[in-house]
Nanobody, 115 residues
């Protein structure tokens, strides 16, 4: 059974940094192109903001390019999202999943950026 557990969110001021973690069980993150998604309050859709692609590279949503970095640690079976230069538009609940959303969603982790 696949389980994804996100952590690391919080309330920060604009310009600060956070690192999110997603620990997986039931799958190997090194063998699946994983992604981070953001859901804004009041919006049912989850937007992909960072992802590994099928050839091991990474892709980013335009608004986070140069500020967010996705990485993974196979030994810990964990995917990370390093976020820097945060601004209020980054506020939302962050989830990890496969690039194509193939696994059950976790509870997410709330990121709130104040101005």
């Amino acid at each position: 059974q696949v389980q994804l557990v996100e952590s690391g969110g919080g309330l920060v001021q604009a310009g600060m940094s956070l690192r999110l973690s997603c620990t997986a069980s039931g799958i190997r993150v090194s063998r699946n192109p994983m992604a981070w998604y953001r859901q804004v309050h009041g919006n049912q859709e989850r937007e992909m903001v960072a992802a590994f692609n099928l050839v091991g590279g990474t892709d980013y949503e335009d608004s986070v390019k140069g500020r967010f970095t996705i990485s993974r640690d196979g030994a810990k079976n964990t995917v990370y999202l390093q976020m820097s230069g945060l601004n209020p538009t980054d506020t939302g609940v962050y989830y990890c999943n496969g690039r194509y959303g193939a696994f059950p969603w976790g509870q997410g982790t709330q990121v709130t950026v104040s101005s």
